[in-house]
């Protein structure tokens, strides 16, 4: 085998020597630089994208905290609208009951006048009906001289 002859070795050291420093010189000079930019591209576009996803963020939390206050907010003036819708309401319904309390008292009133005077006008036509039956039974008797006056007297004093 001719690689294990001893005057080859020389040459075979050479050209080792000689190969090995053209890929050294080659990885040092143009691979390596361009991994390390490749590598340092891909760095700061990673921390670009890092900034702009803290201030997408920052932006984010921001738009939360707004939308928690202005909800916040939103809340307060529903509950302060709800309250102030029931004491409107409820002055309303007061005002109705009252109104509705006054025309029944008012409708009460005139229905009790209106029977008062009914028993009034009813007990009037007993009254005449009563003397009227009282002279029918005297006639049917036979005593026909008493006067209608006398027969009022006499009922309107069984009646005190």
Known sequence: MPQLEVSTYISQIFWLITTFLSFWLIMDKIIIPRISETIEARKRKYNEFILKADEINKKALSALNKYEETLAAAKANAAQQISKNEAELKAFIA??????NNRLKQKVAENEEKLFHEKEETLKKIEELSQTAARTV??????KSIPPADIQTNSTKRDD
Request: glycine fraction near 8%; aromatic fraction near 8%; hydrophobic fraction near 40%.
């Open 95 to 100: 005002n109705e009951e009252a109104e509705i």
């Open 138 to 143: 005297l006639q049917q008797w036979g005593i």
